[in-house]
């Protein structure tokens, strides 16, 4: 089992929609999470930090759910400039706080 | 700041051959790593350094050397390229908080082939 996996998609939207992307992780003692967006031939960035409460910016939602080791991105009213490719990251928690683990990536393209 | 720079952009070269992909980050960060990201594979650790003088593998370390002589500077080495090193490197570099380390901020990247 991967130790990070995500929704294989691709997602194919219209502007507009509500498209909701989710991950798994196989680490319990991971700390912390984060969702980074990537685009084509372009360096990763941070999107949002995921939060044990949830937490939420503009039209993205972020979810945990330490339980069942589930993370979740939930963007709302779609853009087209929200098309690009989001990697789900876990850190691996304990003494190994700056290794980051991510997962393949889920392509997302927004349509007009 | 200039943040983390990575040179050269691109790179080919021959089965065989090294050289020494360069990372450098003002931001005065203490953490860094070397990711490659290979089509469906996400991307995976290579090395990373805590600081100065402190260097780790990672997932996919075979093939590669690091040092870390100082906090600003990482460069990684392929010893011997060969086409399985063909790839997408990634340089990264974080600061620590009361909750470890936060958000990696990368560098461009070096797009290397093998031949």
């Known amino acids: 089992r991967k130790e990070v996996e995500q929704d294989p998609g691709p997602f194919n939207v219209p502007e507009g929609a509500t498209v909701a992307f989710n991950c798994t992780y196989s680490?319990?003692?991971?700390?912390?999470f984060f969702w980074y967006r990537q685009d084509c031939r372009k360096e990763p960035k941070l999107l949002m930090s995921v939060y044990s409460s949830g937490n939420e910016d503009g039209r993205f939602t972020a979810q945990l759910n330490r339980a069942s080791q589930y993370i979740s991105l939930l963007i709302r009213d779609s853009k087209l400039s929200d098309s690009a490719t989001y990697l789900c990251?876990?850190?691996?928690?304990?003494?190994?706080?700056?290794?980051?683990?991510f997962g393949q990536g889920t392509i997302l393209t927004v349509h007009p | 700041n200039a943040g983390v720079t990575q040179t050269p952009k691109f790179q080919v070269l021959k089965t065989g051959q090294s050289m020494t992909l360069q990372c450098a980050q003002d931001m005065n960060h203490e953490y860094m790593s070397w990711y490659r990201q290979d089509p469906g594979m996400g991307l995976r650790l290579i090395h990373y350094s805590v600081g100065a003088g402190i260097t780790d593998q990672g997932e996919v370390p075979n093939g590669y050397n690091v040092s870390r002589s100082t906090t600003e500077d990482f460069p990684l080495r392929l010893l011997s390229a060969a086409p399985s090193q063909t790839s997408v490197y990634f340089c990264?570099?974080?600061?620590?908080?009361?909750?470890?380390?936060?958000?990696?901020?990368f560098g461009p990247g070096t797009r290397l082939t093998v031949l």
């Open positions: 680490n319990s003692a991971s700390q912390s």
């Open positions: 990251v876990v850190n691996a928690g304990g003494t190994s706080y700056g290794k980051l683990t």
């Open positions: 990264a570099s974080s600061y620590s908080t009361q909750r470890g380390y936060n958000e990696q901020f």
